[in-house]
């Protein structure tokens, strides 16, 4: 029995690790998330039930282990060094004759160009092929051990890929771990939300997520890892630089497609131009590039200076920054009540963007700033995250400046603001404030929620003012002949938005959960929550203690769940949705777990299912359909005309199974035909 279920564990493995290199490696997913989810979720059941069998690993070891009370520190094997920077192409050409000098050559240089990531150096140590220790930088010599936390990292290999001629004994590799703009957004967003400082930037971002004492917030952060260099390793080294990054692809790494040889100074300077260019099309930031000698022999002859390369250079972009004007301060009302202070800039260009407001986040901010009305100041663009306010330039103050505090009224509703005890923000506790309804309506018809198109700002702010909407079930009554009498609506728009909102009546559970703006419950929770409960009735009656128990499932969001729908006002807004006509069934039809972890092929003709619904059954129930059979195949099943997979499964002695087996085993009957 025991040996079955290992067996079984151990397949669990492989098949996670192999769609974790699909996804996060190659980004060719053979899967789905909630797939995914579901053969993680069954793998942790089963060690949870045998502890013993926990190897370090494991793809559970990605999701967090219980919070540190301090980081050991470690003295890296060898030094890691950091890299002298350039700025302007008049520095390049110096490095390149100094290299040239250096190699005593009058040939063009050969150098391995790649983008510079801005994140956190780490380095990764590899016993035997095992991921055993993981660290930051720090100062170069020593750093600080955050194993469990790079091991949330999806990229990071926690064994390296067998398919290696040659695992060495012991491997040291290093890399940026970075945090994509994405991830950056959403992150800040939520901690906004919850009235914490945003992170200034993805890297600051990804620094803070990597020094977590509790590792379970890390693995909430989905962080990216860059291999670029290399410290001990107990195998000869390839020639060049390129092929190095070759060899770590090969071990399981994701390596940066934009790593390119440039074979001498112009084409070097090419490559700053083009990377330039595609900065703000890469999801995630550089700050430059990093210029190597391609010839590792070449860099060893070079040898370095005091902590860094003499064969290795970085040539950061030019930052992007402008001067401009306060004209104004003003208090913003969100979704939850939040008063945000915005700063109203003279419209100016960064990076080909035109700004005209920045966020000041909070009333913290304002005075760590010290920014007033009509102050001079300092924006800066970080890639294609939002401009903010760096600096305030008190030089070119002439005392007509004035300081800003937010009001102790909404400026929406004139309702008094408070501040919860232990948080920064100040917020509207009025329900029917009119700002926070428009924040709602507004996320509640966003595109990954009830997606209602042509629902955009400037008509809610009209539905809502001319009182035509209420609460966000409202929109569910909505009559053509209201429609009408707004401005910009005549009568084929107000039909295409009648029409959209009834399309929206149908979106899955998840999406309206989402829709519904409760804290902390983004997409990913709310595909987590409908997973588990199947129905929205569920999920309004658990307890805290009941939410608690599904996986991934914290503290915080069965919290506000649960407060979410003791509040009478939630309660109503639910039912009058009801009445309004929207959908409250799941769509997608729950995965079981009957068939979990069994792989099944199916062959011949069957009585009552066709091929396709077969497996689709199947998988709905936590099984694999697999088109061969092999030794990892746990049943055929076999119809009428069978092929040649049923003597294959005779021969490699796998279970036959009949259709009528199979329903059997599901607990389904079905008659005739
Ligand atoms: S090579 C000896 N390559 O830049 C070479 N560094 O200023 C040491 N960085 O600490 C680093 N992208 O955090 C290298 N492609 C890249 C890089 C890179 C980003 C960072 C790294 C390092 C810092 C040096």
């Known amino acids: 029995m025991n040996e079955n279920l290992k067996q079984q564990l151990e397949q669990l493995r492989q098949v996670l690790e192999h769609h974790n290199y699909r996804y996060y490696v190659l980004d060719d997913p053979e899967i789905t998330d909630a797939e995914y989810d579901r053969l993680l979720r069954e793998l942790i059941a089963i060690e949870n039930q045998h502890p013993e069998w926990i190897t370090p690993d494991s793809p559970s070891q990605r999701v967090g282990a219980p919070p540190l009370q301090v980081f050991a520190s470690m003295q890296h094997t060898l030094p890691m060094l950091s890299l002298d920077n350039s700025l302007d192409e008049a520095e390049m050409r110096e490095f390149n004759q100094r290299t040239r000098r250096l190699l005593d050559t009058t040939e063009e240089i050969e150098y391995l160009c790649e983008v510079k990531l801005d994140g956190l150096a780490v380095e990764?140590?590899?016993?035997?092929?095992?991921?055993?220790?993981?660290?930051?930088?720090?100062?170069?010599?020593?750093?600080?051990?955050?194993?469990?936390?790079?091991?949330?990292?999806?990229?990071?290999?926690?064994?390296?890929?067998?398919?290696?001629?040659?695992?060495?004994?012991?491997?040291?590799?290093?890399?940026?771990?970075?945090?994509?703009?994405?991830?950056?957004?959403?992150?800040?967003?939520?901690?906004?939300?919850?009235?914490?400082?945003?992170?200034?930037?993805?890297?600051?971002?990804?620094?803070?997520?990597?020094?977590?004492?509790?590792?379970?917030i890390t693995a909430g952060r989905r962080l990216d890892f860059y291999p670029y260099g290399i410290g001990v390793c107990s195998a000869p080294l390839p020639q060049t630089h390129n092929q190095l990054l070759q060899w770590f692809a090969i071990l399981g790494f994701k390596t940066n497609p934009l790593a390119k040889i440039c074979t001498g100074i112009e084409a070097v300077i090419a490559y700053h131009r083009d990377m330039m260019e595609q900065r703000d099309t890469l999801g995630y930031e550089i700050d430059g590039i990093v210029v190597k000698v391609n010839d590792l022999a070449k860099q060893e002859r070079m040898g370095i200076r005091s902590r860094s390369p003499r064969w290795a250079i970085a040539y950061k972009f030019p930052a992007r920054e402008e001067i401009t004007r306060v004209e104004n301060i003003i208090a913003q009302v969100g979704r939850t009540g939040v008063l945000t202070p915005v700063a109203v800039l003279d419209p100016v260009r960064i990076g080909g963007v035109t700004v005209s407001r920045s966020t000041l986040h909070n009333q913290d901010e304002v005075d760590r700033l010290d920014v007033r009305i009509g102050d001079w100041v300092v924006i800066q663009r970080a890639g294609d995250v939002i401009p903010k306010i760096v600096r305030v330039i008190r030089e070119r103050r002439d005392g007509s400046e004035i300081p800003y505090i937010l009001p102790d009224r909404c400026p929406a509703c004139g309702s008094h603001t408070i501040q919860s005890p232990g948080e920064v923000a100040w917020r509207c506790v009025n329900l029917s404030c009119p700002a926070q309804l428009k924040e709602r309506i507004l996320h509640f018809a966003s595109k990954g929620g009830m997606d209602i198109e042509g629902m955009g700002e400037k008509l809610i702010d009209q539905l809502v003012e001319k009182g035509v909407v209420q609460s966000i079930a409202d929109l569910f009554f909505l009559e053509k002949n209201q429609l009408i009498e707004l401005e910009r609506m005549a009568d084929k728009s107000a039909e295409k938005l009648l029409a959209a909102i009834a399309a929206s009546r149908q979106r899955p559970l998840d999406r309206l959960l989402f829709a519904l703006g409760i804290r902390f419950v983004g997409e990913?929770?709310?595909?987590?929550?409908?997973?588990?409960?199947?129905?929205?009735?569920?999920?309004?009656?658990?307890?805290?203690?009941?939410?608690?128990?599904?996986?991934?499932?914290?503290?915080?969001?069965?919290?506000?769940?649960?407060?979410?729908?003791?509040?009478?006002?939630?309660?109503?807004?639910?039912?009058?949705?009801?009445?309004?006509?929207?959908?409250?069934?799941?769509?997608?039809?729950?995965?079981?777990?009957?068939?979990?972890?069994?792989?099944?092929?199916?062959t011949g003709t069957l009585a009552h299912y066709s091929r396709q619904e077969i497996e689709q059954r199947i998988e709905?129930?936590?099984?694999?359909?697999?088109?061969?059979?092999?030794?990892?195949?746990?049943?055929?099943?076999?119809?009428?005309?069978?092929g040649s997979k049923a003597e294959k499964a005779r021969e490699l002695g796998v279970p036959i199974l009949s259709e009528e087996d199979l329903l059997n085993m599901i607990g389904e009957q079905r008659s005739g035909n």
Do not use: C
């Open 124 to 216: 990764l140590i590899y016993e035997k092929g095992l991921l055993t220790i993981g660290a930051t930088r720090g100062d170069g010599i020593y750093g600080e051990e955050i194993t469990r936390n790079l091991k949330t990292i999806a990229s990071i290999p926690l064994r390296l890929r067998t398919t290696a001629a040659a695992i060495p004994e012991r491997l040291e590799v290093r890399g940026e771990a970075i945090m994509p703009l994405r991830e950056f957004r959403r992150l800040n967003q939520s901690r906004l939300e919850e009235g914490e400082p945003p992170f200034a930037n993805p890297r600051n971002a990804a620094a803070g997520s990597l020094r977590q004492l509790d590792s379970t």
């Open 524 to 602: 990913h929770i709310s595909r987590v929550l409908v997973d588990a409960m199947g129905n929205l009735d569920s999920i309004m009656q658990s307890s805290v203690e009941e939410l608690l128990a599904i996986h991934e499932i914290g503290p915080q969001v069965a919290d506000s769940v649960v407060t979410f729908f003791a509040q009478a006002e939630n309660r109503q807004l639910i039912v009058r949705l009801k009445a309004g006509g929207v959908q409250f069934q799941s769509m997608e039809k729950k995965r079981g777990d009957k068939l979990a972890g069994k792989t099944f092929v199916v």
């Open 620 to 642: 709905e129930l936590g099984g694999r359909a697999a088109a061969s059979v092999s030794r990892k195949t746990d049943y055929v099943i076999v119809g009428e005309n069978p």
